[in-house]
T-cell receptor, first 113, second 116 residues
Framework: GENVEQHPSTLSVQEGDSAVIKCTYS??????FPWYKQELGKGPQLIID?????GEKKDQRIAVTLNKTAKHFSLHITETQPEDSAVYFC????????????FGTGTRLTVIP | DTGVSQDPRHKITKRGQNVTFRCDPI?????LYWYRQTLGQGPEFLTY????????KSRLLSDRFSAERPKGSFSTLEIQRTEQGDSAMYLC??????????????FGEGSWLTVV
């Protein structure tokens, strides 16, 4: 089955700096890669996603890159703000095979004001 | 579009009791998923439905767990004879099937279970 690894497990940045979270996946059949933000006591909230036919996607301060050959994808948050503090999860999904998301272990991001 | 709705949000139960959680997916989403999440971990897949058919179950779903989606709309997840190890957040998610243009999976706020 799919195995998703995520690094780092914790990340602290100064407000205004950038944050980068990296994930690798094992199943080359995976073709959809969402990122979720989870605040304490709440469910995961989708913040951005990318499909395997695209190498990069940007939405305001958030961007995601995908390298299919190396089987890794990254989340980039620029101009971080204190409200960006949360746990971020990457995930991989194979829409033609196992019909569920495989999650990474999460990154706790702390933005220091 | 009111999002994925879960009820109850919190449940404390004594070991050995049965509990049931309900999930109302986003309307017109024909796929519905159940995940379990423990502290410090990512969500783990339990099972999913395509309309009313339960198409896949994880090995995590022991015989004490049962899920239904009788009319292809809301779903229930029942845990019988709860154990302390069942304490976790149970997440429901939904999306359209892959034949449609979008397959983004949206999660509810989760149902916290504490078994004492």
């Amino acid at each position: 089955g799919e195995n998703v690894e995520q690094h780092p497990s914790t990340l602290s940045v100064q407000e205004g700096d950038s944050a980068v979270i990296k994930c690798t996946y094992s199943d080359s059949a995976s073709n959809y890669f969402p990122w979720y933000k989870q605040e304490l006591g709440k469910g995961p909230q989708l913040i951005i996603d990318i499909r395997s036919n695209v190498g990069e996607k940007k939405d305001q301060r958030i961007a995601v890159t995908l390298n299919k050959t190396a089987k890794h994808f990254s989340l980039h948050i620029t101009e971080t703000q204190p409200e960006d503090s949360a746990v971020y999860f990457c995930a991989a999904y194979d829409q033609t095979g196992a019909n569920n998301l495989f999650f990474g272990t999460g990154t706790r991001l702390t933005v220091i004001p | 579009d009111t999002g994925v709705s879960q009820d109850p949000r919190h449940k404390i139960t004594k070991r050995g009791q049965n509990v049931t959680f309900r999930c109302d997916p986003i309307s017109e989403h024909n796929r519905l998923y159940w995940y379990r999440q423990t502290l410090g971990q990512g969500p783990e897949f339990l099972t999913y439905f395509q309309n009313e058919a339960q198409l896949e179950k994880s090995r995590l779903l022991s015989d004490r767990f049962s899920a239904e989606r009788p009319k292809g709309s809301f779903s229930t997840l029942e845990i019988q004879r709860t154990e302390q190890g069942d304490s976790a957040m149970y997440l429901c998610a939904s999306n359209r099937d892959v034949q449609s243009s979008g397959n983004t999976i949206y999660f509810g706020e989760g149902s916290w279970l504490t078994v004492v």
